[in-house]
């Protein structure tokens, strides 16, 4: 059975192959290195921000309270991927990782929400340095590594199994229907018109496709959440549209975005963190090992 929706933290870690599991840098379950600081994680409430911070991937004498990661770095089968990094975020409101798209940027994205096993370094977020408590306290959105949705997939499929997979084992779970849809989506989207229910979500505006899918990543409303590639949004309307959505969640939890593009001063970003000399286009296939 194909499942559309994204697992729950436990299912995603124990879905982990053998191989990413048998880390020589990892010991019992920890990143290599000294964990640094602690965070106080459910302080995440903001409030209105001005021009955002512009600064450089540098390590501070105080930890951050969203990420601390010293001399992290990680090489892949096919080679160097990224790092040594130093970098402090704090929590609140969104926080841009501006790079260039590809893998080093997506690479260190799914690093800090626990999905990426780093070679080296130590990494605390929101006070958690175990990879599966990461994972427990953060959700990823618009990463086709992990919640690319196939053409033949529909609203209503994409939202149903979501559902499902939130719900107990045992509690029957129905297709759904527009309210279905509103209930999960409503908040997400907010004056952007939520899509058809038997609508196929690879022919929806990019806008909407990439609303949907951090809808269905975010179902928990974990504390951290962390957004893949805005800037395949080509209209710079629908682009500041979707950054304007994100800062309104960026309210209530903690979001990290990669995007390419330059930041509006009047956005309500918090901060941009310039990466372009740090993390380079690279490539993907860095990442697997090929069959």
């Avoid at 990494?123 to 599966?132: A, I, K, N, S, Y």
């Avoid at 309210?251 to 380079?280: T, W």
């Amino acid at each position: 059975m194909t499942h559309y929706g994204q697992h729950s933290d436990a299912e995603a870690w124990d879905e982990l192959s053998d191989e990413q599991l048998e880390d020589p840098f990892v010991v019992n379950g920890n990143y290599g290195g000294t964990p640094v600081g602690t965070a106080e994680p459910d302080d995440v409430g903001t409030p209105p921000y001005g021009a955002p911070v512009v600064q450089r991937a540098t390590a501070r004498q105080t930890p951050g309270t969203l990420v601390s990661a010293r001399g992290i770095e990680l090489h892949g089968p096919w080679g160097h991927v990224f790092g040594p990094l130093d970098l402090d975020l704090d929590a609140g409101g969104v926080t841009v990782l501006a790079a260039q798209a590809g893998a080093a940027r997506t690479a260190l994205l799914m690093a800090l929400c626990g999905r990426m096993r780093l070679t080296r370094g130590s990494l605390t977020v929101l006070g958690e340095d175990r990879p599966q408590k990461i994972i427990a306290r953060s959700a990823i959105a618009c990463m086709n590594e992990l919640d690319e949705v196939r053409p033949s997939v529909t609203v209503r499929d994409l939202v149903t199994e979501q559902k499902r997979w939130d719900s107990p084992w045992y509690k029957f779970v129905p297709r759904v229907r527009e309210d279905g849809i509103a209930e999960m989506c409503e908040e997400i989207f907010g004056d952007v018109p939520l899509p058809p229910l038997e609508a196929f979500v690879d022919d929806l505006p990019e806008l909407q496709q990439l609303l949907l899918r951090i809808s269905v990543a975010n179902t928990r409303r974990p504390p951290l959440l962390v957004v893949g590639r805005i800037d395949r949004i080509a209209d710079d309307v629908e682009r500041a549209t979707l950054l304007g959505r994100l800062v309104a969640l960026g309210e209530n939890q903690a979001v990290i975005i990669g995007d390419v593009n330059p930041v509006d001063p009047d956005s309500g970003v918090r901060a941009v963190v310039d990466m372009h000399d740090l993390l380079g286009p690279g490539d993907i296939g860095v990442l697997t090992k090929r069959k």
